[in-house]
């Protein structure tokens, strides 16, 4: 009588339900006082909710079919059949209360054996993932109590800890972006500097050598004093904003009402694109900001002072 069966327990007014999944009738007792909220050791009765057949031999038990539903009566309760109104309507509101009230053993949620691992060895939490931690502060404290063998309190009082420690670690995470993006922006710095060393090194002059043609793309149109790239760009059908640069933003924003006449647009659409454009220059504005914050306190001399220097100060 090992293997475990699935079946359903409700109390005797029907609107508590849950699925369990139990080897014996005597674990089925157990787990449905627990469920429902019994006393435990209290006397409990089982029989079937169908008809009201009460259930007490082991191997009668172990015949039913999977899924068989019993009703467990406390003390002085006693089974009744399922009432049904005039019209034969009453049903559908029990059968969708027991739907809201319809719940599976807790023993099969992902967040129970994480439980089960915390109750053995409490510092395994350093090694769980945020899945793994989410799942747990998502978890009922009630259940989460009862499977850490803890009170209602202390169980709660770990879920905020768990909590805490998600935020740490975006905050860590949100950190090492931005150090990336401040490394990047450095690297990137770097080499046009060095490119526009080699080039002046490289570039010979061009005095007295008349106008000389510009590239695809560079030519300014006289009437907007756009770059003939730049209305191509702006004119584009995907975030035009996006792909232009930081100079380019700029002089789009402070055109301003001016762009109708530039692009041949009407008032509406050209406003949502200086919308966006304004946007997408101030988040740019933000990161540059950040990074030249960044960059500021790690440079040499920027006013943090050493241990010896404030040593220094209070002898003064």
């Not at 404290?141 to 805490?164: M, N, S, W």
């Not at 590239?215 to 149109?221: C, L, S, T």
């Not at 997408?280 to 943090?304: C, F, M, N, W, Y």
Request: glycine share 6%; aromatic share 6%; with cysteine.
């Amino acid at each position: 009588m090992t293997d475990r069966r699935p079946c359903k327990i409700c109390n005797f007014s029907r609107q508590k339900s849950y699925g369990l999944v139990v080897p014996t009738l005597e674990q089925l007792k157990t787990k449905g006082c627990e469920f429902l909220g019994f006393s435990p050791g209290g006397p409990v009765t089982v029989v079937l909710d169908n008809d009201g057949t009460i259930v007490e031999d082991e191997a009668y038990f172990m015949c039913l079919p999977c899924n068989t539903k019993f009703m467990l009566l406390h003390e002085q309760e006693a089974w009744s059949p399922s009432r049904r109104l005039d019209g034969g309507t009453a049903w559908m509101t029990r059968e969708s209360m027991l739907l809201d009230f319809d719940a599976v053993d807790s023993s099969s949620a992902p967040w129970w054996i994480l439980a089960q691992q915390l109750r053995q060895d409490l510092a395994s939490i350093i090694l769980m993932s945020e899945a793994d931690i989410q799942a747990l502060v998502d978890a009922p404290c009630p259940e989460l109590a009862t499977a850490l063998g803890f009170q209602e309190k202390k169980a709660e009082d770990l879920q905020t800890t768990l909590l805490r420690v998600l935020d740490r670690r975006e905050e860590e995470r949100q950190s090492r972006q931005l150090l990336q993006l401040y490394l990047k922006t450095v690297e990137k710095e770097s080499k046009e500097e060095e490119e526009a060393a080699a080039a002046e090194t490289s570039e010979p002059s061009q005095e007295g050598s008349g106008d000389v043609d510009m590239p695809d793309g560079m030519e300014v149109d006289s009437t907007s004093g756009f770059m003939t790239r730049t209305l191509r760009v702006l004119k584009g059908k995907t975030s035009p904003e996006t792909r232009l640069s930081t100079e380019e933003l700029q002089m789009v924003v402070s055109k301003g009402a001016a762009m109708e006449q530039v692009l041949g647009w009407d008032k509406e659409k050209t406003s949502k694109l200086l919308e966006a454009c304004e946007v997408e220059l101030t988040k740019r504005l933000q990161q540059i900001q950040a990074v030249q914050s960044i960059r500021s306190s790690t440079q040499p001399g920027s006013g943090a002072k050493s241990p010896k220097d404030g040593q220094d100060a209070s002898k003064d």
